[in-house]
């Protein structure tokens, strides 16, 4: 009667370190992921401010013209502002990097060529 006392003991173990190995794989690939998410997009409505351009989770495109606690001030068109909350901007639209020094440089000699070449009307 011993040998099936010992079977249940092993049995009941294995099946608590089963349950144990289950819940460290869904925290790891679900639970942690999840919170790093909420973290980064916590980081991402506090550091707005006015004049950064927002895209809320509808698509809605703008400008921050007031911040409050909750609501936010969005500027869509000259004169046309929405009131929202702060947890319906989806993200924030990056500075870009002023190109128009480069938009505006004279084309290369190769360039030339190569626009001369394909484009008959510019000969």
């Known amino acids: 009667m011993e ?14 370190l089963f349950i ?17 998410q909420q973290k980064k997009r916590q980081e991402m409505l506090n550091a707005i401010g006015v004049g950064s351009d927002v ?8 400008k921050v013209t007031e911040l409050n606690e909750d609501t936010v001030l969005i500027e869509v068109n000259k004169g046309m502002t929405l009131k929202m909350l702060r947890s319906a901007i989806g993200s924030v639209v990056p500075k870009e990097v002023d190109s128009s020094d480069a938009a505006v440089a004279e084309p290369t000699a190769v360039e030339e060529e190569r626009t001369a070449a394909t484009d008959p009307l510019r000969k």
């Open 20 to 36: 144990g190995v289950i819940f460290a794989v869904f925290y790891f690939f679900m639970i942690r992921p999840q919170q790093k």
């Open 3 to 16: 040998t099936g006392q010992t079977a249940q003991t092993g049995s009941g173990f294995s099946s608590l």
């Open 55 to 62: 895209v809320t989770i509808g698509g809605i495109h703008g």
